[in-house]
């Protein structure tokens, strides 16, 4: 069972050294807007990136609708990384 936080939860978090929210978008649909504190870690160059996550910190996974933070969630937990998708994604945050 993957892990998951609610728009709602998202709103009520601050991010910084020990929890990130990582937006998987693409670069462009990042520069378009985001959300405040995310940072961009595009979803097509997890394989280059995931490893290389600091230990210890929590990882808040953000994507446009919250399929592909669902995935990337079960794999960050696969690998021992304490992580949580957004349901419902960045388009909920627009709402």
């Known amino acids: 069972m993957v892990n998951t936080v ?16 990582l937006d ?5 649909d990042f520069a378009a807007g985001h959300y405040p504190g995310a940072e961009n870690y595009p979803y ?6 995931k490893q290389r996550l ?4 929590e990882y808040i996974l953000l ?4 399929s592909t933070a669902l995935r990337a ?7 021992g990384y304490q992580a949580a998708a957004v349901v419902g994604g960045y388009s909920y945050l627009k709402l």
């Open 6 to 21: 609610s728009v709602r939860d998202l709103r009520r978090m601050t991010f910084h050294r020990r929890r990130r929210l």
């Open 73 to 79: 969630t079960a794999e960050l937990e696969r690998l």
């Open 24 to 28: 998987l978008r693409d670069p462009e």
């Open 63 to 66: 994507c446009e609708h919250g």
């Open 44 to 49: 097509g160059n997890m394989e280059t990136w």
């Open 54 to 57: 600091p230990r210890g910190t």
